[in-house]
């Protein structure tokens, strides 16, 4: 299999050929009538639909989730560089993992800071047809190593060109930070699926296990709410806190860019209260020792906190949120106390970077837009001396740069 893309292979059931003036297949069904359908032998549907995708990495292990055509279990197999080898194939509730549009399985126990192979093994649920994937390097997130590198996109809005050319030009890392608005909005079920394991036709995670962090866009539309069926999280909530090297990454979920109450949620939606969650779970996740002493402190999250512009939108005339404030209020006074040093967010589809001052004293770096004009990607990388942020655009213009001292 193309180890960069996954092409799509077409299931065809049956077809109906027209016939006009005895010697040509036309297309008009007016033209003609159909004469004898001849009905294709029935393919079997794929059984495996996207590329294996690493998500949510770990100290001991990651979440694996690719799609599947059928009913069908799954389990992933692993590899150790030391030789040692294991198998994956457990839910939380005794089950091997199973389902019919995709399976998700958990690894753990695996060893911090080394590098595994891993690949999916697809069986069809009455066990006549099996699919193995491509083998995929995988390294868990090791809280002592000395250095540490990592890759931001943002609202990539499912522009297909951007998100290839994203992929082209990212190298490697210890995680990816797909830092919101995956999508434009979840008004249909199907668009789940490829948008989030396949976007752009490709193998995001490969050399880059990812997480995903919520925008506005991602919790728009009916449907949205089955998104948590494809994306894990580390703590299977959709904010998290984790260390990789010497930066400690907290990612937090800004909600909606209006109130709650807009109607336009149509009584969907609760961020207000799942901000004062998060405000209360920060108090215990930046006591975490390896999460309170890191040397440097980033803040993940799709709507900034701080913008150019903080006038307030009239929601009533269609007015939105350029910067989440009722995020700000509820977390403010935690994310000082912590010494965060950088917020890092998406949004406004226009890149900028405002640096800390004496009211905010962490800086504000903000990605561009989807189309691939706009788009930027953000390569961090820290060691001993210095954490460093280098925003690009596509062509590779740099956009910013931006380099933290270790705070201890
Ligand atoms: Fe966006
Ligand atoms: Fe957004």
């Not at 036309?26 to 009905?39: M, R, S, V, Y």
């Not at 197999?77 to 199973?98: C, H, K, L, R, Y």
């Not at 992929?167 to 995956?182: C, M, S």
Request: one cysteine or more.
């Amino acid at each position: 299999m193309n180890r960069r893309r996954f092409v799509q292979r077409l299931t065809t059931g049956s077809a109906v050929v027209w016939v006009s003036g005895g010697d040509a297949v036309g297309e008009d069904p007016g033209a003609a009538a159909p004469i004898a359908p001849h009905p294709l032998p029935a393919a079997k549907p794929q059984l495996v639909t996207t590329p294996l995708v690493l998500q949510a990495p770990r100290v001991d292990g990651c979440d694996a989730v690719w799609g599947v055509g059928e009913m069908g279990r799954g389990r992933v197999e692993w590899e150790a560089t030391s030789g040692e080898t294991g198998v994956a194939a457990i839910d939380n509730f005794g089950f091997v993992p199973q389902g019919s549009r995709f399976l998700r399985v958990r690894v753990r126990g695996l060893r911090s800071g080394e590098q595994y192979r891993m690949r999916s093994v697809t069986t069809v649920v009455d066990g006549s047809r099996s699919e193995t994937s491509d083998w995929k390097t995988f390294r868990t997130l090791d809280v002592s190593a000395g250095e540490s590198t990592f890759a931001v996109w943002n609202d990539t809005h499912i522009n297909d060109e951007t998100i290839r050319r994203l992929d082209e030009v990212t190298p490697a890392a210890d995680f990816l930070i797909w830092n919101g608005d995956t999508c434009n909005d979840w008004h249909r079920e199907d668009l789940l699926l490829p948008t989030l394991l396949n976007p752009g036709g490709r193998d995001i995670t490969r050399e880059r296990p990812m997480m995903v962090v919520c925008g506005n866009h991602d919790v728009r539309g009916i449907h949205a709410f089955r998104m948590p069926d494809l994306v894990a999280y580390p703590e299977g909530r959709p904010f998290f806190a984790f260390r990789s090297g010497p930066v400690a990454a907290v990612c937090l979920h800004t909600g909606e860019d209006k109130p709650d109450s807009h109607p336009s949620f149509g009584g969907r939606v609760a961020f207000d209260t799942l901000r004062m969650e998060q405000t209360r779970w920060l108090e215990s996740a930046l006591a975490r020792p390896e999460i309170a002493q890191a040397p440097y402190r980033v803040v993940f999250c799709h709507i900034p906190l701080r913008w150019l512009d903080e006038s307030l939108p009239d929601y009533a005339n269609s007015g939105f949120d350029r910067y989440s404030r009722r995020s700000r209020d509820a977390w403010h006074d935690h994310l000082v106390k912590w010494k965060a040093q950088i917020v890092i967010s998406g949004h406004t589809h226009r890149a900028a970077y405002l640096a800390a001052t004496e009211a905010f004293p962490y800086g504000q770096l903000v990605g561009g837009g989807p189309s691939p004009k706009a788009a930027t990607w953000i390569m961090g990388h820290a060691n001993p001396a210095r954490l460093q942020f280098v925003m690009r655009k596509l062509d590779g213009t740099v956009e910013q740069e931006i380099s933290l001292a270790p705070l201890s």
